[in-house]
């Protein structure tokens, strides 16, 4: 039930595309979803982050979509551009101290943006 | 924003012997810590959990004997790799959560470890 099932494991899309990264989690009580970049050698950079009462967040060329009811949640890359090719990982927690806050990852999505 | 610094970045050590990893949190107060280890081209994988001034919160098959962890003060918390050996050759992550008004996780840079 702690489990983040992240898909695709890779990604290539070309210049000003638009890749799609999917996850799904099976614990109603996560509370908070952040998506995560990752480069070689460096630790996880976050992205954007959505809590569970709003379906859908903007920031800059990154979206992330959240579907309650389905418990999935989607990154979208607006105009992507090279310098976008990196390891992508969704996570999720509960933030209540309580219960201890741990953050939990998706599997990981290697996306590759072709010039 | 809030800073994590993680040191060394990269270190090499003999089998046998032991490793100490620091994660200091530069700009604000981390009441709580999280250890991660990476292998190549996987996941990120909880270790352990501290919060200051309390015994460190281990997962499901991480040997506590092993992994040492401390988080004595809100800004520094240390794993310390005991009795090194090749197969725990990994990159390893920190994160830290400060107060309620930042429920973030920021994350350290990461520290490569290579057992020989």
């Known amino acids: 039930q702690q489990q983040v099932k992240q898909s695709p494991q890779s990604l290539i899309v070309q210049k000003g595309g638009i890749p799609i990264i999917n996850c799904a989690y099976e614990n109603t009580a996560f509370d908070y979803f952040p998506w995560y970049q990752q480069f070689p050698g460096k630790g996880p950079a976050l992205l954007i982050a959505?809590?569970?009462?709003?379906s859908e967040k903007k920031e800059g060329r990154f979206t992330i979509s959240f579907n309650k009811s389905a418990k999935q949640f989607s990154l979208h890359i607006m105009d992507s551009q090279p310098g976008d090719s990196a390891t992508y990982f969704c996570?999720?927690?509960?933030?209540?101290?309580?219960?201890?806050?741990?953050?939990?990852f998706g599997q990981g999505t290697e996306l590759s943006v072709k010039p | 924003g809030a800073v994590v610094s993680q040191h060394p970045s990269w270190v090499i050590c003999k089998s046998g012997t032991s490793v100490k990893i620091e994660c200091r949190s530069l700009?604000?107060?981390?009441?709580?810590m999280f250890w991660y280890r990476q292998f190549p081209k996987q996941s990120l994988m909880l270790m352990a959990t501290?919060?200051?001034?309390?015994?460190?919160?281990?997962e499901q098959g991480v040997e506590k004997d092993k992994f040492l962890i401390n988080h004595a003060s809100l800004t520094l918390s240390t794993l310390t790799v005991t009795s090194a050996h090749p197969e725990d050759s990994s990159f390893y992550i920190c994160?830290?959560?400060?107060?309620?008004?930042?429920?973030?996780?920021?994350f350290g840079s990461g520290t490569r470890l290579t057992v020989v």
């Open positions: 959505i809590r569970p009462d709003v």
């Open positions: 501290s919060n200051e001034g309390s015994k460190a919160t281990y």
């Open positions: 700009d604000f107060q981390a009441t709580t």
């Open positions: 994160s830290a959560r400060g107060g309620q008004a930042n429920y973030g996780y920021t």
């Open positions: 996570a999720a927690s509960i933030l209540s101290y309580n219960q201890g806050g741990k953050l939990i």
